[in-house]
């Protein structure tokens, strides 16, 4: 080195007349005197001027990260330089990499934050023992599929129903085992349905299906009776032999109404219709029958 300034010779931690004549092997460690040499010689080759972050070492042992602008110049008896100006950025650089932290640590809590809120609504819409959607989701999803069927002109129907027997299992057997028969009865009830239908638990041993865009109301029948026998085969759970029915009530929009209150009201009482005529059965409302039994005199 030929000429130093006072900033880089206390920046190294060594006086001027130390610095003066000795080369980067002599005043700084190893890879760092290699890396310094490399670079001076990219831009004498070059004859490019050249700006680098490196690390620095000095006397004591300190680190320091600097940005280092390398560029070639001549005085007026045509010799050349390579002059080096440093600027000392170790503070720059710990405070960009505390900012990177935090913002790493905000996205990491952003990404929890946003899993605990899904895991909310998981938890406000749906049952928690089948992960079935529950009587507030049914709800809003029976509104949104009436709005989809006055829009298309769709048929939707809606099956209310409810276990046969569930009471004396869950009482002689406990509520454990209870539990593991509602699980394997939505199950079940799922592996009846297409990937559209939307099977719901309303709470205790009450389901609903809602069977959006079937093509007359009578396929809700052929729906109903395959629930039916799914269901009332036998469950074999912790070593009990298990059989419950279910009783099913189907209303349909728009024939039986337009409004979902009165679809629910209307299912549930064929539901009861169903119980009151011996279990493991279902039963339409009086009007969709009377439909049926119209379309299949006219195709007689």
Known sequence: MTVVNDAFCQLIGRPASTVLGKSDYDLFISPEAENFRQQDENVLQTNLAQETEESLTDSEGDNYLLATKRSIHKDGAGNVFLVGVIRDITERKKLEAKLRRTAEELTRSNHELKASEKR??????????TSLPNRKLFNETLE?????????????????????????????????????????????IKNCL???????????????????????????????????????????????????????????????????????????????????????????????????????????
């Not at 909310?120 to 023992?129: F, I, K």
């Not at 629930?227 to 074999?236: E, F, G, H, Q, R």
Request: charged share 25%; hydrophobic share 40%; net charge negative.
């Open 144 to 188: 949104q599929l009436l709005e989809w069927g006055e829009a298309e002109q769709q048929l939707v129907s809606l099956l209310f129903l409810d276990l046969d027997g569930f009471k004396p299992v869950n009482d002689t057997m406990g509520h454990d085992v209870g539990d593991i028969l509602l699980k394997a009865v939505a199950q079940r």
């Open 194 to 300: 297409r990937m559209s239908d939307v099977v719901s638990r309303l709470g205790g041993d009450e389901f609903t299906v809602l069977l959006p865009g079937i093509k007359k109301p009578s396929d809700s029948l052929i729906v109903a009776q395959k629930i039916l026998d799914t269901v009332s085969s036998p469950y074999k759970l912790n070593g009990h032999d298990i059989k419950v029915t279910v009783s099913i009530g189907i209303s349909v929009y728009p024939d039986d109404h337009t409004k979902a209150s009165e679809l629910v009201k209307l299912a549930d009482i064929a539901m009861y219709e169903a119980k009151r005529g011996g279990r493991n059965q279902y039963r339409m409302t009086q009007n969709l029958a009377n439909l049926i039994e119209q379309n299949l005199e006219k195709q007689a």
């Open 120 to 129: 909310l609504r998981h938890l406000a819409n749906h049952d928690p023992l």
